[in-house]
């Protein structure tokens, strides 16, 4: 099986810092387009950050100029680097990755999620 895996998640103050991790794990023959998304409560799910495999980010208006997505593919990671939180940032932050799985009838594209990791923002 395949799995996305965040970490990072936490309780910070209004203008702080915070760096998410998410690890991909599993038989997977490539990581392909990965993203970050985020949902508050009673709220839709929504997109923060899309990173390339060969790491052409993009950013939604709300982050962009405050937060920065990167990948390491030998350690299969994307990161969000959070600068200046708001407490509009508060959300359970969530990775998604389209990821090609080996079949024996060939490899499969696949758009898998992890479970999410809670950003609170307060004071």
């Known amino acids: 099986q395949v799995q996305l895996v965040e970490s990072g998640g936490g309780l910070v103050q209004p203008g702080g810092s915070l760096t998410l991790s998410c690890v991909a794990s599993?038989?997977?023959?490539?990581?392909?387009?990965m993203r970050w998304y985020r949902q508050a409560p009673h709220t839709n799910r929504e997109l923060v950050a899309s990173?390339?495999?060969?790491?052409?980010?993009n950013y939604e208006n709300p982050v962009a100029g405050r937060f920065t997505v990167s990948r390491d593919n030998l350690k299969n990671t994307m990161y969000l680097h959070m600068n200046k939180l708001e407490p509009e940032d508060t959300a359970v932050y969530f990775c998604?990755?389209?990821?090609?799985?080996?079949?024996?009838?060939?490899?499969?594209?696949?758009?898998?999620w992890g479970l999410g990791t809670q950003v609170t923002v307060s004071s």
């Open positions: 998604n990755a389209d990821l090609d799985i080996p079949t024996p009838f060939g490899y499969s594209s696949t758009n898998n």
């Open positions: 599993g038989k997977i023959f490539r990581i392909n387009d």
């Open positions: 990173i390339t495999s060969g790491g052409a980010a």
